[in-house]
């Protein structure tokens, strides 16, 4: 009984920024890694970032220096901080949870319903 909603999507101009924010809700215990994928028509779906409970964060070269991934812990929830976008960066985003539910259970992965980011040139 685990939910992740993502909002914050939109549509920008190339050269505009987007916050997209993810809240994790329901039975959990903790949350190992959250992230960030993007898929785009005709397209695999891909990661953007990502960001493990001890703070480490890894990045897609292809947003490396515009985007930024935090977490707010106590409020269960991520974002991505999207600056500089460019039309390339069209794409459904979609927030990924590795959550342990109950003490002494396995990490179990967990998908949003994706937002959408359009950026116009």
């Known amino acids: 009984q685990v939910q992740l909603v993502e909002s914050g999507g939109g549509l920008v101009q190339a050269g505009g920024s987007l916050r997209l924010s993810c809240a994790a809700s329901g039975s959990i215990f903790s949350i190992n890694t959250m992230g960030w994928y993007r898929q785009a028509p005709g397209y695999q779906r891909e990661l953007v970032a990502t960001a493990t409970s001890d703070g480490s964060t890894n990045y897609a070269d292809s947003v490396k220096g515009r985007f930024t991934i935090s977490r707010d812990n106590a409020k269960n929830t991520v974002y991505l901080q999207m600056n500089s976008l460019k039309p390339e960066d069209t794409a459904v985003y979609y927030c990924?949870?590795?959550?342990?539910?109950?003490?002494?259970?396995?990490?179990?992965?967990?998908w949003g319903q994706g937002t959408q980011v359009s950026v116009s040139s």
């Open positions: 990924n949870a590795n959550i342990r539910r109950y003490y002494s259970r396995p990490l179990i992965e967990y």
